[in-house]
């Protein structure tokens, strides 16, 4: 799986979006944008996912760049409970079971402040 | 998405008895289940992959007579941290997958205290 870089930390006012880096510039052809989080003594939730057209859902939008080297994790207004180690992922997509292991990074420290 | 339940959310136990967590698929099977440890203020590390009906395979560096993983059923994976020391106390999360979907689900992790 392809490596990812995070900034550690990043700050963000309530109310206001919450924009989330991430560079994979080794990713493969095939291989997918992943994006969980894990808020403080929980497990890890699944937010969204993508591999080259950006994607919205329920909970926030991913923005791949054209050349698929880095993305954007996008919460268009954050509340204190989204304050979370956010994790981007890349790996192959596999609906068999054992090419489901995920390998996690650092992470994003996201801290949503009044 | 898919419901993936972990028992106990915490437990403490007494150095050298043995602790046995729980990760159960509630809506769906799960032919593959994972193990994950997390250290304070680190990420989660890949400790084994729980195949239903065969072995687990551990990663690097995890001993597997240590660590005994069971997935008897396409909706029950258990870890059995044996002859547990204060070393071992960690948050550990499972996690499973539904056929159709590409996307992990994680249980709530069980936080163990091994004093």
């Known amino acids: 799986d392809a490596k990812t870089t995070q900034p550690p930390s990043m700050d963000c006012a309530e109310g206001r979006a919450a924009n989330l880096p991430c560079n994979h510039s080794?990713?493969?052809?095939?291989?997918?944008v992943y994006w969980y989080r894990q808020i403080h003594s929980q497990g890890p939730q699944y937010i969204i996912h993508?591999?080259?057209n950006n994607e919205t859902n329920e909970m926030a939008s991913l923005i791949i760049t054209e050349d698929r080297k880095s993305s954007t994790l996008i919460l268009p207004h954050a509340t204190l409970r989204d304050t979370a180690v956010y994790y981007c992922?890349?790996?192959?997509?596999?609906?068999?079971?054992?090419?489901?292991?995920?390998?996690f990074g650092t992470g994003t420290q996201l801290k949503v402040e009044l | 998405g898919a419901v993936v339940s972990q028992h106990p959310s915490r437990v403490i136990c007494k150095s050298g008895t043995s602790v046995k967590i729980e990760c159960r698929s509630l809506?769906?099977?799960?032919?593959?289940m994972f193990w994950y440890r997390q250290f304070p203020k680190q990420s989660l590390m890949l400790m084994a992959t729980?195949?239903?009906?065969?072995?687990?395979?551990?990663e690097q560096g995890v001993e597997k007579d240590k660590f005994l993983i069971n997935h008897a059923s396409l909706t029950l994976s258990t870890l059995t941290v044996t002859s547990a020391h204060p070393e071992d106390s960690s948050f550990y999360i499972c996690?499973?997958?539904?056929?159709?979907?590409?996307?992990?689900?994680f249980g709530q992790g069980t936080r163990l205290t091994v004093v």
């Open positions: 996690s499973a997958n539904e056929v159709t979907l590409t996307e992990a689900f």
């Open positions: 080794t990713i493969s052809g095939n291989e997918y």
């Open positions: 993508g591999l080259k």
């Open positions: 992922i890349v790996r192959v997509a596999s609906f068999t079971g054992g090419g489901n292991k995920l390998t």
């Open positions: 809506d769906f099977q799960a032919t593959t």
């Open positions: 729980s195949n239903e009906g065969s072995k687990a395979t551990y």
